[in-house]
């Protein structure tokens, strides 16, 4: 696995990474070849590590189109039913692709929860913040940032949650 924790001439800097270095956080850079559909078990089949530490970030938004983030494992699902349920709302569901890109200011595969266009609520899996280190879109397509899982509730002040649904 190719490890890049200075700033290389092939990964241009994105908002995501801007809103990194100046927290002063540390992280590794992965960029990948994007494949269409992929998804993280592309990004992980490539990277060579375990789906599972591979975090999407998923722009939602409840019953009022009030938008939120999750941030969810690889290789499982969100319950809607179980989120809404957590968060206190009467339901969510995905935004359509071109509503969650004006949300975040980022490409649908390349969204980051760091640097987002619109300041939204951010909820993660609680299983993600007991993992040694994780994986997360860096703002762009085909690129992602190695970080400690705890950046997502220190910098996002995300809330965790339990909405897993596996598989």
Do not use: W
């Amino acid at each position: 696995m190719k490890k890049n924790t200075s700033k290389s001439p092939h990964v241009s800097e994105t908002p995501a990474t801007q809103f990194l270095r100046r927290a002063g956080v540390s992280f590794s850079e992965h960029p990948y070849d994007y494949v269409d559909h992929g998804g993280t078990a592309e990004s992980a089949r490539q990277l060579g590590v375990d789906e599972h530490q591979v975090v999407k970030t998923l722009v939602m938004q409840d019953e009022r189109a009030q938008p939120l983030v999750v941030l969810m494992h690889g290789d499982a699902s969100v319950s809607t039913k179980n989120l809404a349920r957590a968060i206190g709302a009467k339901s969510v569901e995905p935004c359509k692709p071109e509503v969650a890109q004006r949300h975040s200011g980022y490409q649908v595969g390349g969204t980051s929860p760091f640097g987002l266009r619109k300041t939204m609520p951010v909820y993660v899996e609680a299983s993600v913040l007991a993992l040694p280190r994780i994986l997360i879109n860096g703002g762009r397509r085909g690129y992602l940032v190695g970080l400690a899982p705890a950046v997502l509730s220190e910098q996002l002040g995300a809330r965790p949650v339990n909405c897993a649904l596996s598989g």
